[in-house]
């Protein structure tokens, strides 16, 4: 079995301890004007009194149930495929109760359901060994992009600076753009985010400007780089943070894909910062089903400091509501089903990720054999992508589009991956789809492509 099954090795042993939190004076100074000035939805502010025994509620304009055509649920689950890609034969049907049913086709908590916060609650206590109401909260949203695109809104005004290590996962540096806050690149290498880098640009940053609060990371499975930030770098990112006053954005959808031993994997930086007897609250935590579920539930969940969730709850009071009552409703059914529970859940993310890791070394030695005098790369530790440098090329973008297309295969060139924009000889290829014989014709392609480069 793979890395990232069962109770994690750093919290075996981990003692239960009252945590000190940041006050929410640190808080008021980090949220941006725009989400100061947000109040909370008057309507869905008032849904939780219709709990109230005995009220009679003519509050929301909630349809009225009985006009929906749908009367039951059932989809059938299988376990993932093992790591020769071959699939269970026997699917196992589940159905929602009636009652679940009903209450994810009404409008439904801005925060999402209800029991299926619960149960995310206590699996970050299994995973990262954080209880529930200990000064942090927890919010699902459509996808991890949601909450982190309102993330963005909720900590940035025009004009603002965010850490952002480099190169990027490209579906966030627009996000940054749209904020009109300044990135500032903080290089990585194969251990994750450079921490000389990091403390040279904190340590070098002019008295005249304003200092960044946010550092943007993934911690796991850097897409695009693949690289796993270890243990000892995130230790001085988070005393950097403590240093220099600035919060986590702990982006990590990859974080159930990690290929190591478990004895090896690093903690989260939300499990890492309550050791050291400092204040908790500097990690606002993203966490995603679709790399190891579905992408098309888009369900994603935040775990952090109150006031932030705060911000980004009311912020989807005012745009999409809520997440999809039916996927969440799907997604606890299957969580909770017999053959799931926590226990189930970090068996299948263990097997997916052997799974993946069969198709990474796969993957590697196709690498290897087609390019391996032309290309220079690391062994991603998690993740679904191999990031390498094209030895003759100092711009991939022209290569990838026309070069390597005319050839039949596409990937996409690592400018894309840098905040800047600038050129680079890196290309992101994603090792998740393809089979065995087909990684191996995509990159005899490939390797066809930097031959007609080179010669042209
Ligand atoms: N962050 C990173 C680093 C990603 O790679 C992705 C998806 N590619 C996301 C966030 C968005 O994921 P989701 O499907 O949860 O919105």
């Known amino acids: 079995m793979g890395g990232s099954t069962t109770i994690p090795p750093h919290l075996l042993d981990a003692q239960p301890m009252a945590l000190e939190s940041l006050p929410e004076s ?14 909370p939805s008057p309507i869905r502010s008032l849904f939780p009194l219709e709990n109230t025994p005995g009220i009679l509620s003519l509050l929301a304009g909630k349809p009225n149930p009985t006009s929906f055509p749908f009367t039951g649920l059932t989809f059938t689950a299988r376990p993932p495929p093992n790591a020769n890609g071959e699939l269970a034969l026997e ?3 589940i159905s929602l109760p009636s009652a679940d049913l009903q209450a994810a086709l009404q409008y439904g908590p801005t925060a999402g359901l209800p029991a299926l916060i619960e149960w995310l609650y206590e699996l970050q206590q299994v995973v990262h060994g954080r209880g529930k109401g200990e000064g942090w909260s927890l919010m699902i949203g459509n996808g991890s992009q949601d909450l982190l695109s309102k993330a963005v809104v909720a900590l940035f005004n025009p004009g603002d600076t965010v850490l952002v290590q480099s190169p990027v996962y490209a579906g966030v540096i627009p996000v940054f753009q749209s904020a009109k806050c300044d990135q500032i690149e903080v290089e990585t290498d194969a251990d994750g985010v450079s921490t000389d880098a990091l403390r040279s640009i904190l340590e070098n940053w002019l008295n005249n400007k304003k200092k960044p609060r946010v550092l943007y990371t993934i911690p796991y499975g850097g ?12 230790r001085e990112v988070l005393a950097l943070a403590r240093e220099h006053d600035f919060i986590i954005l702990e982006d990590d959808p990859y974080h159930y894909l990690y290929f190591g031993p478990a004895e090896s994997r690093p903690p989260s930086y939300f499990a890492l910062e309550c050791s050291g007897g400092h204040p908790v609250g500097r990690v606002l935590r993203m966490d995603s089903v679709s790399k190891v579920l579905s992408a098309g539930l888009r369900i994603g969940f935040a775990s952090g400091p109150t006031p932030l969730l705060r911000a980004i709850e009311a912020h989807t009071g005012i745009t999409n509501l809520q997440p999809p009552g039916i996927t969440q409703a799907i997604l606890l059914a299957l969580l909770t089903s017999r053959e799931w529970g926590h226990a189930g859940f970090l068996r299948h993310v263990s097997q997916v990720s052997d799974f993946y890791k069969a198709k990474r070394d796969v993957f590697e030695a ?13 062994t991603p530790q998690s993740g679904l992508f191999f990031w390498f440098r094209l030895r003759q090329e100092d711009d991939s973008e022209a290569f990838v589009r026309t070069k390597a297309f005319e050839r039949g295969v596409l990937a996409l060139p690592g400018s894309v991956f840098l905040p800047d924009g600038r050129k680079t000889g890196y290309v992101r290829a994603a090792f998740s789809l393809l089979g065995e014989e087909e ?18």
């Open 91 to 93: 699917d196992n049907a």
């Open 439 to 456: 990684v191996d014709e995509a990159l005899r392609r490939l390797a066809l492509a930097v031959r007609d480069a080179a010669v042209s």
């Open 223 to 234: 897409n695009p780089t693949g690289a796993t930030t270890t243990v000892e770098r995130r």
């Open 366 to 378: 196709a690498l290897r054999r087609h390019l391996g005098d032309v290309v220079e790369w690391s």
């Open 26 to 39: 640190f808080y008021a100074d980090l949220l941006s004007d725009v989400a100061k000035s947000r109040r």
